[in-house]
């Protein structure tokens, strides 16, 4: 049985897609992860976001070791019994929630000391800590436990977060094998941090690449530093991590983040965005977002997106649309998701095929062109 195995089948510029074996499946990349928070992603059956082309979703370290709780979900079979999906899961460290979620947080070379959002009650999460948790979950990807600051933060604080996540990624590597995740089938991803710095960038690289993973995440971006500021960086970040091992973009994002990125290198993605905006009214087109509950849309009788293939929009109009999410209907808000889902799932196929084909940089420039310029008529 393959633990892990990354095979890279076509190029395109730096562009790459190809294929992650692990021992709950293949993922096809680039691949875009659907986030499982609290093991589920919201508003839609495990059988339907494989039917809409998810290969691998990604559920949360703070949320899950607060409510139910590792040791239960472990003492149920495992996240994947759990939740009721066959396939992998990769889990976050839980660093990213503690930092922006928890009031009261203490942050030391140990790990971090924080206030729960939902009772009060005090944790500690370490490296060691984290580790134990994704093990107990069943995690298919375990990611190492890291420090993140704000890209506003001054350069001595990025540096020293970057220099102790670095720490702490080596303390997840020890704790990783010593809980036998690996030999579980398990593994484990480090994380890349230095904010918009190149050399910070490449002394974090340096230092994972001599630690050793299975595959390497650009972390501390997509918090707000604009999408030409998050270019920049992945102008020259995966070019500094092992080209062999699967590149990961953490939290990212809008569909035109995602295409500019996979020009740059990167293999995998995660964000909450198809979902959350499904659950507010937003679908996602070709020809940009649309907002269901706009009044032009109460009687029209086209489905959201003409071309999509998705059962919504096969099924469903516009109107009907407007009428479940206007009214607060649970059916609006589990429509309007899976849709998204669709949208998402085929975007990423499309480049997948475009760069064995060749053609990712027409097929790029096309898609800007199109959603770039009804976003641009929308928001007007």
């Not at 690289?205 to 999408?227: R, T």
């Amino acid at each position: 049985m393959t633990r892990f195995d990354f095979s890279i089948h076509a190029t395109d510029g730096k562009a790459r897609t190809g294929r992650i074996t692990m021992r709950r499946g293949e993922i096809r990349t680039p691949a875009f992860m659907p986030v499982g928070t609290a093991a589920t992603v919201k508003a839609v059956k495990p059988a339907d976001v494989r039917a809409a082309g998810a290969d691998i979703i990604l559920g949360n370290t703070y949320h899950l070791m607060l409510r139910p709780g590792a040791e239960r979900v472990a003492r149920l079979g495992g996240l994947h019994r759990f939740m009721g999906w066959d396939r992998p899961i990769l889990t976050d460290s839980g660093g990213y929630q503690v930092m922006s979620l928890s009031d009261l947080t203490t942050r030391n070379e140990e790990g971090v000391a924080f206030k729960s959002h939902l009772d009060g009650s005090r944790h500690l999460l370490t490296p060691e800590r984290s580790m134990e948790i994704q093990r107990l979950l069943g995690s298919d990807i375990v990611m190492a436990f890291d420090e993140l600051v704000p890209t506003t933060a001054t350069r001595e604080e990025q540096a020293a977060a970057m220099a102790r996540s670095m720490r702490w990624a080596k303390r997840s590597r020890t704790g990783f094998d010593a809980g036998g995740a690996h030999a579980e089938g398990a593994a484990l991803f480090g994380i890349q941090q230095g904010a918009l710095d190149e050399a910070l960038r490449r002394e974090s690289a340096d230092a994972l690449l001599d630690i050793g993973f299975d595959g390497y995440a650009v972390g501390g971006l997509a918090v707000g530093e604009g999408q030409d500021a998050m270019f920049g960086v992945l102008d020259y970040a995966p070019g500094q991590l092992d080209p062999a091992k699967p590149r990961y973009l953490m939290g990212v994002g809008k569909p035109d983040d995602i295409v500019g990125a996979v020009e740059r290198g990167i293999d995998m993605f995660d964000c909450v965005l198809p979902t959350r905006s499904g659950r507010t009214g937003q679908a996602f087109t070709r020809d940009g977002p649309i907002n269901i509950k706009n009044a032009r849309f109460a009687e029209d009788q086209e489905p959201i997106a003409p071309e999509c293939a998705c059962p919504v929009c096969a099924t469903w109009t516009r109107a009907y649309l407007h009428h479940l999410v206007r009214s607060g209907e649970i059916l609006g808000a589990m429509l309007m998701t899976e849709h998204n889902l669709w949208f998402y799932q085929t975007l990423m196929q499309d480049l997948r095929d475009a760069i064995a084909a060749q053609q990712l940089s027409g097929f790029a420039s096309a898609f800007r062109a199109r959603y770039g310029q009804a976003s641009a008529r929308a928001a007007g």
